[in-house]
Protein backbone atom coordinates (compact mmCIF):
# COMPACT_ATOMS: atom_id res chain seq x y z
CA UNK A 1 0.00 0.00 0.00
CA UNK A 2 1.16 3.37 -0.71
CA UNK A 3 2.71 4.79 2.68
CA UNK A 4 0.52 8.08 2.57
CA UNK A 5 -2.87 5.69 1.90
CA UNK A 6 -5.50 5.87 4.54
CA UNK A 7 -7.78 3.00 5.99
CA UNK A 8 -10.40 4.25 8.14
CA UNK A 9 -11.53 1.03 10.35
CA UNK A 10 -14.76 1.40 12.15
CA UNK A 11 -15.25 0.23 15.54
CA UNK A 12 -18.47 -2.02 14.98
CA UNK A 13 -20.82 -2.60 17.61
CA UNK A 14 -19.13 -1.85 20.85
CA UNK A 15 -20.48 -4.31 22.76
CA UNK A 16 -19.29 -7.29 20.22
CA UNK A 17 -15.30 -8.28 19.62
CA UNK A 18 -14.95 -5.30 17.09
CA UNK A 19 -12.61 -3.86 18.94
CA UNK A 20 -10.37 -7.15 20.11
CA UNK A 21 -9.78 -8.38 17.04
CA UNK A 22 -8.67 -4.50 15.68
CA UNK A 23 -6.24 -4.04 18.18
CA UNK A 24 -5.16 -7.85 18.15
CA UNK A 25 -4.64 -7.16 14.16
CA UNK A 26 -2.56 -3.66 14.66
CA UNK A 27 -0.83 -5.19 17.27
CA UNK A 28 0.36 -7.90 14.80
CA UNK A 29 1.29 -5.36 11.99
CA UNK A 30 4.61 -3.39 12.34
CA UNK A 31 4.64 -0.68 13.93
CA UNK A 32 5.27 1.80 10.68
CA UNK A 33 2.31 0.55 9.28
CA UNK A 34 -0.16 1.64 12.08
CA UNK A 35 0.42 5.29 10.69
CA UNK A 36 -1.92 4.24 7.36
CA UNK A 37 -4.68 3.44 10.09
CA UNK A 38 -7.31 5.52 11.76
CA UNK A 39 -9.77 4.10 14.12
CA UNK A 40 -13.39 5.68 13.90
CA UNK A 41 -14.69 4.97 17.44
CA UNK A 42 -13.71 5.78 20.79
CA UNK A 43 -10.61 5.58 22.35
CA UNK A 44 -12.57 4.50 25.51
CA UNK A 45 -13.60 1.08 23.54
CA UNK A 46 -10.34 0.85 22.44
CA UNK A 47 -8.29 0.95 26.38
CA UNK A 48 -11.37 -1.61 27.20
CA UNK A 49 -10.20 -4.08 24.98
CA UNK A 50 -6.60 -3.41 25.03
CA UNK A 51 -7.02 -4.10 28.52
CA UNK A 52 -8.41 -7.67 27.39
CA UNK A 53 -6.17 -8.72 25.08
CA UNK A 54 -2.95 -7.58 26.35
CA UNK A 55 -1.89 -5.89 23.08
CA UNK A 56 -0.12 -2.92 24.87
CA UNK A 57 -1.37 -0.43 21.97
CA UNK A 58 -1.84 3.11 23.07
CA UNK A 59 -4.27 5.74 21.31
CA UNK A 60 -4.81 9.66 20.70
CA UNK A 61 -6.46 11.96 18.51
CA UNK A 62 -6.38 11.19 15.07
CA UNK A 63 -4.91 15.06 14.75
CA UNK A 64 -2.51 14.12 17.38
CA UNK A 65 0.04 12.88 15.32
CA UNK A 66 3.93 12.99 16.01
CA UNK A 67 4.13 9.99 18.02
CA UNK A 68 3.43 5.93 17.97
CA UNK A 69 0.11 6.15 19.24
CA UNK A 70 -3.17 4.82 16.64
CA UNK A 71 -4.74 7.32 15.66
CA UNK A 72 -8.67 7.81 16.51
CA UNK A 73 -11.46 9.76 14.91
CA UNK A 74 -13.35 10.19 17.98
CA UNK A 75 -17.05 9.07 17.87
CA UNK A 76 -19.40 10.42 21.18
CA UNK A 77 -21.64 8.48 22.25
CA UNK A 78 -23.84 10.68 24.20
CA UNK A 79 -24.07 7.60 26.47
CA UNK A 80 -21.70 5.16 29.27
CA UNK A 81 -19.88 2.58 27.44
CA UNK A 82 -22.28 0.01 26.67
CA UNK A 83 -21.82 -3.41 28.74
CA UNK A 84 -20.16 -6.48 27.28
CA UNK A 85 -21.67 -8.97 25.06
CA UNK A 86 -25.59 -7.22 25.07
CA UNK A 87 -27.93 -6.53 22.90
CA UNK A 88 -27.73 -2.49 23.40
CA UNK A 89 -29.75 -0.06 21.47
CA UNK A 90 -26.51 2.34 22.43
CA UNK A 91 -24.12 0.26 20.96
CA UNK A 92 -26.08 0.29 18.16
CA UNK A 93 -26.42 3.80 17.28
CA UNK A 94 -23.10 4.07 18.04
CA UNK A 95 -22.56 1.26 15.24
CA UNK A 96 -24.58 3.60 13.01
CA UNK A 97 -22.60 6.64 14.03
CA UNK A 98 -18.96 4.92 13.82
CA UNK A 99 -20.33 3.99 9.82
CA UNK A 100 -21.52 7.08 9.11
CA UNK A 101 -18.32 9.29 9.91
CA UNK A 102 -16.15 6.76 8.12
CA UNK A 103 -18.37 7.35 5.04
CA UNK A 104 -17.90 11.12 5.67
CA UNK A 105 -14.31 10.41 5.62
CA UNK A 106 -13.97 8.41 2.13
CA UNK A 107 -16.99 10.64 0.65
CA UNK A 108 -14.10 13.85 1.20
CA UNK A 109 -11.25 11.74 0.29
CA UNK A 110 -9.61 11.71 3.86
CA UNK A 111 -9.85 7.85 3.82
CA UNK A 112 -8.97 5.57 0.78
CA UNK A 113 -10.79 2.79 1.73
CA UNK A 114 -13.33 1.52 4.95
CA UNK A 115 -12.88 -1.41 6.93
CA UNK A 116 -15.76 -2.28 8.53
CA UNK A 117 -15.64 -4.43 12.11
CA UNK A 118 -19.39 -6.66 12.99
CA UNK A 119 -22.39 -4.81 14.05
CA UNK A 120 -25.27 -6.30 15.20
CA UNK A 121 -28.61 -5.74 13.16
CA UNK A 122 -31.01 -6.35 16.37
CA UNK A 123 -29.58 -3.56 17.99
CA UNK A 124 -28.93 -1.24 15.37
CA UNK A 125 -32.75 -1.64 14.90
CA UNK A 126 -33.25 -1.20 18.16
CA UNK A 127 -31.79 2.43 18.05
CA UNK A 128 -34.17 3.08 15.44
CA UNK A 129 -31.69 2.45 12.16
CA UNK A 130 -34.13 0.15 10.58
CA UNK A 131 -30.90 -1.24 7.34
CA UNK A 132 -30.42 -4.78 6.52
CA UNK A 133 -27.06 -4.14 7.59
CA UNK A 134 -23.26 -2.57 6.39
CA UNK A 135 -24.92 -3.42 2.41
CA UNK A 136 -27.80 -1.63 2.68
CA UNK A 137 -26.49 1.09 5.42
CA UNK A 138 -23.61 1.95 3.02
CA UNK A 139 -25.99 2.26 0.18
CA UNK A 140 -28.10 4.73 1.67
CA UNK A 141 -25.57 6.57 3.16
CA UNK A 142 -23.53 7.18 -0.06
CA UNK A 143 -27.15 7.91 -2.06
CA UNK A 144 -26.33 4.79 -4.06
CA UNK A 145 -29.71 3.01 -5.90
CA UNK A 146 -28.03 -0.11 -4.82
CA UNK A 147 -25.13 -2.29 -3.83
CA UNK A 148 -23.68 -5.92 -4.27
CA UNK A 149 -21.73 -8.04 -1.53
CA UNK A 150 -18.95 -10.00 -2.59
CA UNK A 151 -17.81 -12.89 -0.44
CA UNK A 152 -13.84 -12.89 -1.31
CA UNK A 153 -11.30 -15.93 -0.55
CA UNK A 154 -7.93 -17.39 -1.60
CA UNK A 155 -9.66 -19.95 -3.91
CA UNK A 156 -13.03 -19.09 -4.22
CA UNK A 157 -15.20 -15.98 -4.58
CA UNK A 158 -19.53 -15.39 -4.56
CA UNK A 159 -21.16 -12.04 -5.70
CA UNK A 160 -24.68 -11.74 -4.42
CA UNK A 161 -27.78 -10.95 -6.52
CA UNK A 162 -29.63 -10.63 -3.19
CA UNK A 163 -28.27 -10.91 0.43
CA UNK A 164 -30.23 -10.02 3.79
CA UNK A 165 -33.95 -10.53 2.61
CA UNK A 166 -36.26 -13.60 2.64
CA UNK A 167 -35.80 -16.60 0.52
CA UNK A 168 -39.39 -15.51 -1.63
CA UNK A 169 -38.23 -11.99 -1.38
CA UNK A 170 -34.93 -13.52 -3.40
CA UNK A 171 -37.01 -15.42 -5.52
CA UNK A 172 -38.47 -12.28 -6.82
CA UNK A 173 -35.88 -10.46 -6.84
CA UNK A 174 -33.68 -13.17 -9.13
CA UNK A 175 -34.72 -11.41 -12.65
CA UNK A 176 -32.69 -10.77 -15.73
CA UNK A 177 -31.57 -6.93 -15.06
CA UNK A 178 -30.63 -7.79 -11.35
CA UNK A 179 -28.92 -10.60 -12.00
CA UNK A 180 -26.95 -8.85 -15.09
CA UNK A 181 -25.90 -6.05 -12.83
CA UNK A 182 -24.70 -8.25 -10.28
CA UNK A 183 -22.78 -9.93 -13.56
CA UNK A 184 -21.48 -6.11 -14.42
CA UNK A 185 -20.42 -5.26 -10.95
CA UNK A 186 -18.11 -8.63 -10.76
CA UNK A 187 -16.66 -8.16 -13.89
CA UNK A 188 -15.82 -4.82 -13.36
CA UNK A 189 -14.09 -5.18 -10.00
CA UNK A 190 -12.17 -8.10 -11.30
CA UNK A 191 -11.07 -5.87 -13.82
CA UNK A 192 -10.33 -3.10 -11.38
CA UNK A 193 -7.74 -5.76 -9.77
CA UNK A 194 -6.14 -6.30 -13.08
CA UNK A 195 -7.98 -9.78 -14.20
CA UNK A 196 -10.67 -10.65 -16.87
CA UNK A 197 -12.65 -13.03 -14.08
CA UNK A 198 -13.74 -16.44 -15.54
CA UNK A 199 -17.52 -16.13 -14.26
CA UNK A 200 -20.21 -18.67 -13.63
CA UNK A 201 -23.84 -18.01 -12.47
CA UNK A 202 -24.92 -20.49 -9.55
CA UNK A 203 -28.95 -21.56 -10.68
CA UNK A 204 -31.89 -20.34 -8.64
CA UNK A 205 -33.44 -23.92 -8.78
CA UNK A 206 -32.51 -27.47 -8.28
CA UNK A 207 -31.09 -28.38 -11.71
CA UNK A 208 -31.23 -25.05 -12.91
CA UNK A 209 -35.13 -26.19 -13.15
CA UNK A 210 -34.36 -29.43 -15.01
CA UNK A 211 -36.52 -28.13 -18.21
CA UNK A 212 -39.25 -26.62 -16.31
CA UNK A 213 -39.89 -29.57 -13.91
CA UNK A 214 -38.31 -27.57 -10.75
CA UNK A 215 -39.80 -24.34 -11.90
CA UNK A 216 -38.87 -21.88 -14.83
CA UNK A 217 -36.89 -18.91 -13.45
CA UNK A 218 -33.60 -20.41 -14.49
CA UNK A 219 -34.68 -20.18 -18.12
CA UNK A 220 -36.98 -17.37 -18.26
CA UNK A 221 -34.90 -14.77 -16.23
CA UNK A 222 -31.03 -16.04 -15.70
CA UNK A 223 -30.36 -17.25 -19.12
CA UNK A 224 -30.96 -14.19 -21.10
CA UNK A 225 -29.05 -12.20 -18.26
CA UNK A 226 -25.89 -14.52 -19.67
CA UNK A 227 -26.64 -13.82 -22.52
CA UNK A 228 -26.41 -10.22 -22.49
CA UNK A 229 -23.20 -10.22 -20.43
CA UNK A 230 -22.22 -12.44 -23.04
CA UNK A 231 -22.67 -10.04 -26.04
CA UNK A 232 -20.85 -7.20 -23.59
CA UNK A 233 -17.94 -9.23 -23.71
CA UNK A 234 -17.59 -10.73 -20.32
CA UNK A 235 -16.55 -14.39 -20.11
CA UNK A 236 -19.68 -15.75 -18.30
CA UNK A 237 -21.73 -19.05 -18.38
CA UNK A 238 -24.29 -20.97 -16.71
CA UNK A 239 -27.02 -21.24 -15.35
CA UNK A 240 -25.48 -23.94 -13.80
CA UNK A 241 -26.86 -26.25 -10.53
CA UNK A 242 -25.88 -24.63 -7.58
CA UNK A 243 -25.15 -28.29 -5.95
CA UNK A 244 -21.73 -28.30 -8.22
CA UNK A 245 -20.81 -24.76 -9.82
CA UNK A 246 -18.87 -23.81 -5.73
CA UNK A 247 -16.97 -27.01 -6.27
CA UNK A 248 -15.73 -26.04 -9.44
CA UNK A 249 -14.83 -23.50 -8.98
CA UNK A 250 -12.95 -24.47 -6.04
CA UNK A 251 -11.05 -26.52 -8.33
CA UNK A 252 -10.25 -23.77 -10.69
CA UNK A 253 -12.57 -23.47 -13.57
CA UNK A 254 -14.04 -19.87 -12.62
CA UNK A 255 -12.75 -17.17 -10.63
CA UNK A 256 -16.00 -15.83 -9.58
CA UNK A 257 -19.35 -17.48 -8.46
CA UNK A 258 -22.95 -15.43 -8.93
CA UNK A 259 -25.14 -16.61 -6.13
CA UNK A 260 -28.66 -15.94 -6.07
CA UNK A 261 -29.50 -15.32 -2.94
CA UNK A 262 -27.66 -14.79 0.52
CA UNK A 263 -27.32 -18.51 2.32
CA UNK A 264 -26.24 -19.97 -1.43
CA UNK A 265 -23.01 -18.10 -1.29
CA UNK A 266 -22.37 -17.71 2.14
CA UNK A 267 -22.66 -21.34 2.82
CA UNK A 268 -19.96 -22.76 0.77
CA UNK A 269 -17.37 -19.76 1.50
CA UNK A 270 -18.03 -20.47 4.95
CA UNK A 271 -16.96 -23.78 5.05
CA UNK A 272 -13.93 -23.42 2.70
CA UNK A 273 -12.18 -20.38 4.57
CA UNK A 274 -14.63 -19.33 7.60
CA UNK A 275 -11.26 -18.00 8.86
CA UNK A 276 -10.52 -15.79 6.11
CA UNK A 277 -13.00 -14.77 3.34
CA UNK A 278 -13.91 -11.29 3.59
CA UNK A 279 -16.91 -9.24 2.66
CA UNK A 280 -16.26 -6.49 0.13
CA UNK A 281 -19.32 -4.26 -1.35
CA UNK A 282 -19.54 -3.45 -4.86
CA UNK A 283 -21.47 -0.68 -6.53
CA UNK A 284 -20.85 1.89 -3.69
CA UNK A 285 -18.68 5.40 -4.92
CA UNK A 286 -16.56 4.32 -2.22
CA UNK A 287 -14.46 1.17 -0.97
CA UNK A 288 -15.44 -1.13 1.83
CA UNK A 289 -14.05 -4.42 3.06
CA UNK A 290 -15.21 -5.73 5.76
CA UNK A 291 -14.63 -9.15 8.28
CA UNK A 292 -17.01 -11.88 7.32
CA UNK A 293 -17.85 -12.61 10.88
CA UNK A 294 -20.85 -11.29 13.29
CA UNK A 295 -20.22 -9.74 16.86
CA UNK A 296 -19.92 -12.96 18.87
CA UNK A 297 -21.44 -11.45 22.03
CA UNK A 298 -20.93 -15.04 23.74
CA UNK A 299 -17.12 -14.50 23.52
CA UNK A 300 -16.47 -10.39 23.73
CA UNK A 301 -14.98 -9.56 26.66
CA UNK A 302 -12.93 -12.20 26.86
CA UNK A 303 -10.20 -11.96 24.67
CA UNK A 304 -10.47 -14.80 22.71
CA UNK A 305 -12.02 -13.72 19.86
CA UNK A 306 -9.52 -14.49 16.32
CA UNK A 307 -8.40 -11.61 14.40
CA UNK A 308 -7.33 -13.28 11.44
CA UNK A 309 -10.48 -12.20 9.74
CA UNK A 310 -9.35 -8.54 10.36
CA UNK A 311 -6.18 -9.03 9.08
CA UNK A 312 -7.83 -10.80 5.90
CA UNK A 313 -9.81 -7.51 5.76
CA UNK A 314 -6.56 -5.02 5.64
CA UNK A 315 -5.02 -6.93 3.25
CA UNK A 316 -7.80 -7.04 0.68
CA UNK A 317 -8.38 -3.47 1.53
CA UNK A 318 -4.48 -2.66 1.07
CA UNK A 319 -5.41 -4.14 -2.28
CA UNK A 320 -7.79 -2.07 -3.19
CA UNK A 321 -5.94 1.15 -2.42
CA UNK A 322 -3.55 -0.12 -4.89
CA UNK A 323 -6.22 -0.49 -7.80
CA UNK A 324 -7.72 3.04 -7.75
CA UNK A 325 -11.22 3.48 -9.85
CA UNK A 326 -10.55 3.44 -13.36
CA UNK A 327 -14.04 4.08 -15.63
CA UNK A 328 -14.48 0.83 -17.91
CA UNK A 329 -15.87 2.14 -20.84
CA UNK A 330 -16.12 -1.83 -22.33
CA UNK A 331 -17.27 -3.88 -20.09
CA UNK A 332 -15.02 -6.78 -21.81
CA UNK A 333 -12.45 -4.74 -21.91
CA UNK A 334 -8.24 -6.11 -20.92
CA UNK A 335 -7.45 -7.37 -18.18
CA UNK A 336 -5.26 -10.44 -17.32
CA UNK A 337 -5.77 -14.28 -16.57
Do not use: W
Not at 81 to 106: C, F, H, M, N, Q
Not at 145 to 157: D, G, P, Q
Amino acid sequence: MDRNAKVAVTLGDPSGVGPEVIVKALAALPSEERRDFVIVGNVEALERADRVCGTGLKFAPADAGGDDRIAVDEVLLGAALPEIGKVSPVAGDASVRYITRAVDLAMSGEADVIVTAPINKEAMNLAGHHHDGHTGLLAHLTGSKSSFMLLASERLNTIHVSTHISLKGAIERAKTERVLATIEAGHRHFLRLGKKARIAVAGLNPHCGENGLFGTEDTEFLVPAVEQAQAKGIDVVGPISADTVFARAYNGAFDLVIAQYHDQGHIPIKLVAFETAVNVSLGLPIDRVSVDHGTAFDIAGTGKANHVNMLSAIAYARLMARSPRRDVSELGGSGQR
